[in-house]
């Protein structure tokens, strides 16, 4: 079987593992935790390195990090996976840490995706980090605050990385194409704006980011020269970009979040960008549908009524013709939705009464709002002194409705925004003649 060119070289490892970096020196990004100065690299110089946890997205560094730490620290570094082991493993490779221990070994215990090992799984870590077994090192991509046994978060520090800047990519690219280690060697030739282009695609993901780079090199024009890298390769190789999300974890709810405040600012631009990147990384269009039918209440309520109805109708038509045609369905519900006048009146009301009614003592019905379709209903009152408002020539009466302990409270105070402007008029003149009735 014939041979690649790498597999020719000995370089048959993925070319991510071959670049590892070894020191902090070589480690690109997270400069706010690791450039001169900062907290997490003076812990590391002096050798005071506590349990803590990586928070970031895939392919920042977390392992890497974590093994640079324990180089420099000369601990004993051992890699745990949530995904290939369970409690049994983690139990044995506690014995040994233990035992390392006092031989004066420090034992750095990474633990990656950590997340996926549930609470009660995670409090086996407790005693082993209280007693200074190990030095615990998690890494995970999801909040810690929702995903992290409290009882061990609040021994742990976090630490957040970033999703590494285009430059960081492209000055990682380049070295792996200079590198010895990396595609050196070759003689790869690529441009620099296509080396921009993959660090584009790639999203802040250095794995994403050098795997592309070994693709082209690997598809790339071979002649006497070297290797040659073309934009039509690169295009060939790249596709169409994948978009990070989950729909059961953070990001979901941050990208939600950015496209109900992107509309509540009124700023279509951003908030048809949040809708894109929700739809384009595969969410479902009616679970979007179902947040511009909220919106329309909570942001825009009386102030455009019309509202509540589009947004309705949008989702309506996102269930009739479903995906892809019904993505600029949405976009025209986010366009209205944003544009359309603001007020959260009946939020802000419904939230008073909510209030009310969960902390003060269930009020009895008046007796006159009661129904009576018994007699022994009627022997009780109730019923009794009703006013119907249809028998007045005004079509209203000065009957109270709330009870007795919470009369007189105003919970709809409308704004002059829109077309709510008619019903704060509207309800002025209500107030106002039933207080003239009263007196």
């Known amino acids: 079987m014939q041979q690649s060119l790498f597999d020719q070289k000995g370089l048959s490892q993925p070319l991510a593992d071959r670049l590892r970096p070894q020191t902090l020196e070589d480690y690109v990004g997270q400069e706010h935790l690791l450039g001169p100065g900062k907290v997490l690299r003076q812990m590391i110089e002096q050798d005071e390195v506590p349990s803590m946890i990586f928070w970031g997205p895939p392919g920042v560094g977390k392992t890497t990090l974590a093994r640079i730490i324990a180089r420099h620290t000369k601990a004993e570094f051992v890699n745990f996976s949530a995904v290939t082991s369970g409690i049994k ?32 799984q995670q409090d086996a870590f407790l005693p082993y980090v209280e007693k200074g077994s190990i030095i615990l090192i998690g890494a995970t991509t999801e909040n810690p605050s929702f995903e992290i046994n409290s009882a061990l978060l609040s021994r742990c520090k976090v630490f957040v990385l970033q999703a590494l800047s285009g430059e960081d990519l492209v000055k990682m690219l380049q070295r792996a194409v200079a590198s010895p280690k990396g595609l050196g060697e070759q003689n790869v030739h690529i441009d620099t704006a296509l080396l921009e282009k993959i660090a584009l695609f790639a999203n802040g993901d250095a794995r994403v980011a050098l795997n592309t780079l070994e693709m082209v090199a690997l598809n790339g024009e071979k002649t006497q020269e070297g290797v040659f890298v073309t934009e039509d390769i690169l295009n060939q190789c790249i596709g169409q970009r994948s978009l990070l999300y989950d729909k059961n974890g953070e990001e979901h709810y941050n990208l939600i979040s950015a496209l109900h405040k992107s509309m509540r600012n009124s700023d279509p631009d951003a908030a048809m960008y949040w809708l894109a990147r929700m739809l384009e990384a595969g969410e479902d269009p009616l679970y979007v549908a179902r947040r511009l039918i909220r919106f329309a209440s909570e942001d825009i309520g009386l102030a455009d009524s019309r509202a509540l109805s589009l947004a309705v109708e949008a989702y309506q038509a996102c269930h009739f013709i479903g995906v892809p045609e019904c993505n600029v369905i949405l976009a025209q519900a986010v366009v209205y939705l944003s544009l359309a006048p603001r007020s959260n009146a009946l939020y802000v009301g419904y939230e008073r009464a909510k209030r009310d009614a969960l902390e003060q003592l269930a009020q009895p019905v008046p007796l006159h709002l ?47 925004q829109g077309l709510e402007k008619r019903f704060k008029e509207r309800l002025e003149q209500i107030r106002e003649w039933k207080k003239h009735r009263k007196t």
């Open 370 to 416: 009661r129904n009576s379709p018994t007699q022994l209903m009627r022997e009780l009152h109730y019923g009794e002194g009703y006013q119907y408002a249809h028998d007045t020539q005004e079509k209203l009466t000065d009957m109270e409705c709330l009870p007795e302990s919470l009369r007189g409270k105003r919970y709809y105070n409308p704004t002059e």
């Open 89 to 120: 493993e983690l139990r044995q490779v506690m014995a040994q840490a233990e035992t390392t221990r006092l031989l004066g070994q420090k034992t750095i215990l990474f633990i990656d995706e950590i997340h996926r090992f549930n609470k009660a």
